[in-house]
């Protein structure tokens, strides 16, 4: 189903008092000085998904706020999407009850964030995943998570109550009282979620696999795995049954352990994503930065060329924050080559306007300076 964003309107959002943008639909380039507002209005998008957008930023923080005020405003997000067969309007913002808590809606009717994965899927780089091969763990399953549900929007429900459900029993190992019958229901919960996301990963990485291996472009091929105690072979992956049981005995097994030092140290939310780059025959970590951004561009390609060929789905908009200024001229040619024939609305950002010469005639352009939007190029 393919999915355009037609216009976004932002209302005291970070450092825009207000902006209202018609993208026609197209991709779309922001170029301009650093803290023009260029990431700002790419965070503005993200958070028409479920989550706390690709700043990882609270409500609270999120509206506009003067040198003088020690509370950001309520803000607001709106946006029309467009299929070729309907038009859809999604907004959200800061609830005006309570700043710190948001409020969705779909066609002025108040719903659940998740709802916001029927219409649009984001997929998204930032400068923060540069070093996404260097970090702890938690970052790189964060992203790929963001893959997976860009396919499953049900896997971002399941890691959702996962994590919840993750959150009370650790209270109950530290603060107790540890109730035995009330540990047994937690971690039922947790390993009905976990069963979910553990196949939900394996399912994407297998497809994500398939479609690197099928597609031909200027970027690395990327061999993909997942590690974690789930992943060794000990349980077979899609036993559901075998797989929901021995998690429950991991966890009850894990209770002392984990109640000493204070964190979980078993679930699927202990997993990691391996990346491998099959040309240098190196790990994504031992390679060069402008190595590691291709590996990561492979993926987010491979995906968005699989959801493009889904019917029922809406497929990905793609948000490309400071991308291309890391990539040599012919890979950001192929880049832009690439998210064109796929017909990808793609949103990029940089400081030169240099960087989007093979855009010019196929993008709208535009400079920001102070969160104004001027110099529009066609």
Same mark, same amino acid.
């Given at each position: 189903?393919?999915?355009?964003?037609?216009?976004?309107?932002?209302?005291?959002?970070?450092?825009?008092?207000?902006?209202?943008?018609?993208?026609?639909?197209?991709?779309?380039?922001?170029?301009?000085?650093?803290?023009?507002?260029?990431?700002?209005?790419?965070? /503005?998008?993200?958070?028409?998904?479920?989550?706390?957008?690709?700043?990882?930023?609270?409500?609270?923080?999120?509206?506009?706020?003067?040198?003088?005020?020690?509370?950001?405003?309520?803000?607001? #997000?709106?946006?029309?999407?467009?299929?070729?067969?309907?038009?859809?309007?999604?907004?959200?913002?800061?609830?005006?009850?309570?700043?710190?808590?948001?409020?969705?809606?779909? +066609?002025?009717?108040?719903?659940?964030?998740?709802?916001?994965?029927?219409?649009?899927?984001?997929?998204?780089?930032?400068?923060?995943? +540069?070093?996404?091969?260097?970090?702890?763990?938690? =970052?790189?399953?964060?992203?790929? +998570?963001?893959?997976?549900?860009?396919?499953?929007?049900?896997?971002?429900?399941?890691?959702?109550?996962?994590?919840?459900?993750?959150?009370?029993?650790?209270?109950?190992?530290?603060?107790?009282?540890?109730?035995?019958?009330?540990?047994?229901?937690?971690? =039922?919960?947790?390993?009905?979620?976990? #069963?979910?996301?553990?196949?939900?990963?394996?399912?994407?990485?297998?497809?994500?696999?398939?479609?690197?291996?099928?597609?031909?472009?200027?970027?690395?091929?990327?061999?993909?795995?997942?590690?974690?105690?789930?992943?060794?072979?000990?349980?077979?992956?899609?036993?559901?049954?075998?797989?929901?049981?021995?998690?429950?005995?991991?966890?009850?097994?894990?209770?002392?352990?984990?109640?000493?030092?204070?964190?979980?140290?078993?679930?699927?939310?202990?997993? +990691?994503?391996?990346?491998?780059?099959?040309?240098?025959?190196?790990?994504?970590?031992?390679?060069?930065?402008?190595?590691?951004?291709?590996?990561?561009?492979?993926?987010?390609? /491979?995906?968005?060329?699989?959801?493009?060929?889904?019917?029922?789905?809406?497929?990905?908009?793609?948000?490309?924050?400071?991308?291309?200024?890391?990539?040599?001229?012919?890979?950001?040619?192929?880049?832009?080559?690439?998210?064109?024939?796929?017909?990808?609305?793609?949103?990029?950002?940089?400081?030169? =306007?240099?960087?989007?010469?093979?855009?010019?005639?196929?993008?709208?352009?535009?400079?920001? =300076?102070?969160?104004?939007?001027?110099?529009?190029?066609?």
């Amino acid at each position: 189903m393919k999915t355009r964003l037609h216009t976004l309107s932002l209302t005291e959002f970070r450092g825009y008092e207000r902006l209202d943008v018609d993208l026609e639909g197209r991709s779309l380039y922001l170029f301009g000085a650093n803290g023009a507002g260029k990431t700002n209005f790419l965070e /503005a998008i993200s958070v028409l998904n479920p989550g706390r957008g690709l700043r990882n930023a609270s409500v609270g923080d999120l509206g506009r706020r003067l040198p003088h005020e020690t509370k950001g405003r309520a803000w607001g #997000v709106s946006a029309i999407l467009k299929t070729e067969d309907e038009e859809v309007r999604l907004g959200t913002g800061s609830d005006p009850r309570n700043l710190d808590k948001r409020a969705v809606r779909i +066609d002025q009717q108040t719903v659940v964030a998740g709802r916001l994965l029927d219409h649009l899927r984001l997929v998204w780089l930032t400068p923060a995943q +540069d070093r996404i091969f260097l970090e702890a763990r938690a =970052e790189r399953l964060r992203f790929f +998570d963001r893959l997976v549900f860009a396919a499953d929007p049900h896997h971002a429900s399941t890691v959702a109550a996962y994590e919840k459900a993750l959150r009370e029993r650790l209270k109950l190992l530290t603060q107790g009282p540890a109730d035995a019958v009330w540990l047994d229901a937690l971690e =039922e919960r947790l390993a009905n979620a976990g #069963v979910g996301m553990i196949v939900a990963r394996r399912l994407a990485l297998e497809a994500l696999q398939a479609e690197i291996e099928s597609h031909q472009g200027a970027f690395p091929k990327a061999d993909l795995g997942l590690t974690g105690e789930e992943q060794s072979g000990a349980v077979a992956v899609y036993d559901h049954r075998a797989l929901n049981g021995w998690l429950r005995d991991g966890f009850a097994r894990a209770r002392a352990r984990d109640s000493a030092a204070g964190r979980s140290l078993f679930g699927p939310h202990r997993t +990691d994503l391996s990346v491998f780059h099959r040309d240098k025959d190196r790990q994504a970590a031992d390679c060069s930065t402008g190595e590691q951004k291709a590996l990561v561009l492979n993926m987010i390609l /491979a995906q968005g060329a699989r959801l493009s060929r889904v019917k029922m789905a809406p497929n990905p908009v793609v948000l490309l924050d400071e991308v291309a200024a890391h990539l040599d001229p012919i890979r950001r040619g192929a880049l832009f080559d690439e998210t064109d024939h796929l017909g990808l609305q793609t949103l990029f950002t940089g400081t030169d =306007e240099n960087l989007f010469d093979g855009l010019k005639g196929r993008a709208l352009g535009v400079r920001v =300076e102070g969160g104004q939007w001027t110099e529009f190029r066609n």
